[in-house]
C-alpha cells in the first residue's frame, strides 16, 4: 500500500487516475485493442470482497463487445467488455488480461438476479487510454453530448409517420438548451 495523488476521476466511466511518487514500479501493458474477439480467453485480477490472502484470478471468455450497462437510474456505462469470468466485488479497478498478460479492460461491474448467473463488464482498454490521458492532460473527460434521446425507428413507425424510409433513428425527445437544440433539431 501507498499514497496516491488523484489527478482525475470520470463517472461516465468509473475510471480515476491515481500518481504516486514511486519509481520504477512494474505494470502491466495495454493490449492493441483491435485484437480482442468474442471468445477470446481472459482473466480477471482482484480483491474479491477484500478476503486476506491477498489477489484473486478468475478464468472466462470474452462474452460480447460494444455492451452497455446501465448502473442505475442515472447512471450508464458504454464500450464494456462483456465477459463470463466471475467478477465479484472487489474486482473492480483490477485488470482484465489476455493470455499474453496484455490489460484488455479494466473490472467494472456485474449483473447478477434471478435470471442471471453472473455477467462481468469491463471498460474497454481503448477506452481506459484515452480517459487516462485526457486526464493526465487536464485533470477531466470532456465528452461530446449532443442532448437528444433517441429511438430506433421500424417500418410500423416509419408508416405512421409517414416517412420516406422504413428503419433509422428517431429524435424521440431533445434536451432544451442543449447543442441539438441550438442546432435546430426537434423531436420527431
Not at 476521476?9 to 475510471?15: M, S, W
Not at 477484500?50 to 452497455?68: E, H, N
Not at 493470455?99 to 479494466?106: F, H, K, M, Q, R
Amino acid at each position: 500500500q501507498m499514497e496516491a495523488q488523484i489527478i482525475g476521476k470520470d463517472p461516465l466511466t468509473d475510471i480515476a487516475l491515481l500518481k504516486v511518487d514511486e519509481a520504477d514500479l512494474p505494470y502491466l501493458p495495454f493490449a492493441d485493442p483491435s485484437t480482442l474477439r468474442v471468445g477470446n480467453w481472459v482473466v480477471a485480477i482482484g480483491n474479491a470482497l477484500a478476503l486476506p490472502g491477498g489477489p484473486t484470478v478468475t478464468l472466462g471468455i470474452v462474452s460480447a463487445l460494444d455492451r452497455s450497462f446501465q448502473i442505475d437510474q442515472d447512471s450508464t456505462l458504454y464500450g464494456l467488455v462483456q465477459t463470463d469470468t466471475v467478477i465479484n466485488p472487489g474486482n473492480s479497478g483490477g485488470p482484465l488480461l489476455n493470455l499474453a498478460g496484455e490489460v484488455v479492460g479494466i473490472n467494472t461491474a456485474v449483473l447478477r438476479g434471478n435470471q442471471v448467473e453472473g455477467i462481468g463488464f469491463a471498460v474497454g482498454g481503448d477506452t481506459a487510454l484515452l480517459v487516462a490521458e485526457a486526464l493526465m492532460e487536464s485533470g477531466e473527460v470532456l465528452w461530446p453530448w449532443l442532448g437528444v434521446f433517441i429511438q430506433e425507428l421500424d417500418a410500423q413507425q416509419s408508416a405512421e409517420l409517414v416517412l420516406p424510409v422504413k428503419h433509422g433513428i428517431l429524435v424521440a425527445d431533445v434536451v432544451i438548451d442543449s447543442p441539438a437544440w441550438s442546432g435546430g433539431i426537434r423531436p420527431g
